[in-house]
C-alpha cells in the first residue's frame, strides 16, 4: 500500500509540472512598442494659405487639430499608438464645432474621410501585437487625409474673387519687399 501511494504522490508531482510548462508555452509572448524608436512617417504637412490662417485663427479645435497632427507627423509609433485616440476624438469635436462657413459638402467629406482613417488607426494599434510599419503606414494614410482637408480649406477661403485678388496682391507686395 505505501508504495502505491507513494507512486500516486510521484505521478502527482511529474503531473504538476507538466502543467506548469504547458501554461508557460500558452502565453504569448508580446513585443511591446519602442519608445526611444527613431522611425517617423516622412511626409510634409501642408500649410494654410495667409487668408485660411487669418480665418481660422479663433476656431480653437481647428489649432488643437492642427498641433497634434504635427505632432504624430514626428511621433514613432510607440507615440502614435498612445495619441490614436486624441486624434479622433479631436476630429469629432472640429467637426460639431465647425462654423456654417465651413460646414460645406466639401470639407464635410474630407472631414469624413479623415474620420475614417483615425479609426482605422486606431483599429491598428488596438490589436494585440501591432507592428510598427503597419502603424506608420495607417499615420500616412491619416496626415495624407490631412493634407487634403488643408487643401480644400485652401481652396474655400479664396473661393471669393476678391480675396484671391488680396492674397495675390500680398503674395506680390511680399515678393518687393525682399528684393
Keep these: 500500500m505505501r508504495i502505491f501511494l507513494f507512486m500516486v504522490m510521484i505521478c502527482l508531482c511529474f503531473s504538476c509540472k507538466k502543467e506548469i510548462k504547458t501554461e508557460a508555452q500558452v502565453v504569448p509572448t508580446e513585443k511591446s512598442l519602442d519608445s526611444l524608436s527613431k522611425d517617423h512617417i516622412r511626409l510634409d504637412l501642408l500649410k494654410l494659405s495667409s487668408q485660411?490662417?487669418?480665418?481660422?485663427?479663433?476656431?480653437?479645435?481647428?489649432?488643437n487639430l492642427r498641433n497634434l497632427s504635427q505632432t504624430l507627423k514626428t511621433a514613432n509609433p510607440y507615440y502614435v499608438k498612445k495619441y490614436a485616440d486624441s486624434i479622433q476624438i479631436l476630429i469629432q469635436v472640429f467637426d460639431e464645432n465647425l462654423s456654417e462657413d465651413l460646414n460645406v459638402n466639401t470639407i464635410n467629406s474630407r472631414i469624413s474621410v479623415l474620420m475614417t482613417e483615425s479609426g482605422l488607426l486606431k483599429q491598428v494599434t488596438e490589436t494585440q501585437n501591432p507592428k510598427p510599419e503597419k502603424i506608420l503606414e495607417q499615420n500616412t494614410r491619416l496626415l495624407t487625409a490631412y493634407n487634403s482637408l488643408i487643401v480644400q480649406l485652401n481652396e474655400l477661403s479664396l473661393a471669393i474673387p476678391e480675396n484671391i485678388e488680396k492674397e495675390?496682391?500680398?503674395?506680390?507686395?511680399?515678393?518687393?519687399?525682399?528684393?
Aim: proline share 0%; glycine share 4%.
Design 168 to 179: 495675390l496682391l500680398r503674395d506680390l507686395d511680399e515678393e518687393n519687399k525682399e528684393e
Design 52 to 63: 485660411g490662417e487669418k480665418d481660422l485663427e479663433t476656431f480653437e479645435d481647428f489649432q
